[in-house]
């Protein structure tokens, strides 16, 4: 069981990292091939729209508490959080600050599914709780963007982050209670990114952190978890975003 939850978790890495590299790659290649500026006052204009597309990975971040260690739990060996991967859709709203820096508001729909992995030392089988949920997501974030190559410029981005369970499910295997989460959650993401300026649109690859800070506890306790003190989301997505121009920004000839 252990080797394959660590096999899992090598596998998502990997899948991470080519999907890091390949979206590099590609904004590399793309840059050095656009010989225009195209939008070229794009950064200027007030407010931009556009929307935005995500695969993302997820797991629970838990934190033990007094009673995982007394005699009353001495059968309870560990409980394991498992990754799934969920995708996203949402909107891009883009307020100008200045010349470097925007405020955007993101309203996203997102699927997840999560599950805890609860582990015997005594011969019981294990059981899953698994939790399925639909949340709308509405990210607060500012974007600092570096000074424009050509069609090409690289930003950082932070920010909070409001989510709402629209719809979920829980369900016990083998098990007659499900752990039960509040359904708000609240995280702080950050993440990085590229501007690739195209003729009529600017695409955006990037990848972000989501790093859940309330408790999802609830006030009530029952015995799935009685063991726990904490228990938080993570979440890394990797976003491509479309973003139209107004047709009247011609494209200018680069000086290079």
């Known amino acids: ?18 999907i890091i590299f390949s979206l590099l790659s590609f904004v590399e290649l793309q840059g050095q091939n656009l010989s225009y500026d195209n939008l070229w006052n794009y950064d200027e204009q007030k407010v931009h729209y556009g929307f935005l597309i995500g695969i993302h990975s997820s797991d629970y971040r838990i934190k033990y508490n007094d ?19 969920g995708f996203k859709l949402g909107f891009v709203v883009d307020f100008y600050i200045f010349q470097y820096l925007s405020f955007r508001i993101t309203p996203t729909v997102a699927f997840y599914e999560y599950d805890l992995n ?26 600092y963007k570096s000074a424009r190559r050509g069609n090409l410029n690289m930003y950082l981005m932070a920010g909070p982050n409001f989510q709402f369970e629209a719809a979920g499910r829980g369900d016990g295997v083998r098990i007659k209670q499900k752990l039960e989460l509040k359904d708000f959650n609240m995280t702080f993401d950050v993440g990085m990114g590229f501007d690739v300026f195209y003729q009529l649109f600017k695409f955006t690859p990037e990848i972000r952190y989501s790093f859940g800070f309330r408790n999802l506890l609830p006030d ?37």
């Open 1 to 18: 069981m252990y080797t394959t939850h660590t096999r899992d978790k090598l596998y998502i890495l990997r899948l991470q990292i080519i």
């Open 67 to 85: 009673a995982f260690v007394s005699p009353g739990m001495d059968s309870l060996h560990s409980i394991a959080p498992g990754k799934h991967f």
């Open 118 to 143: 609860y582990r015997y030392v005594d011969g019981q089988d294990d059981l899953l709780e698994f939790k399925d949920a639909t949340m709308l997501e509405i990210p607060l974030l500012f974007k």
């Open 220 to 256: 009530k306790s029952n015995d799935f978890d009685a063991a726990l003190s904490k228990l938080t989301t993570h979440n890394v997505t990797a976003f491509i975003t479309f973003e139209g121009g107004p047709t009247y920004l011609k494209r200018r000839k680069g000086k290079y």
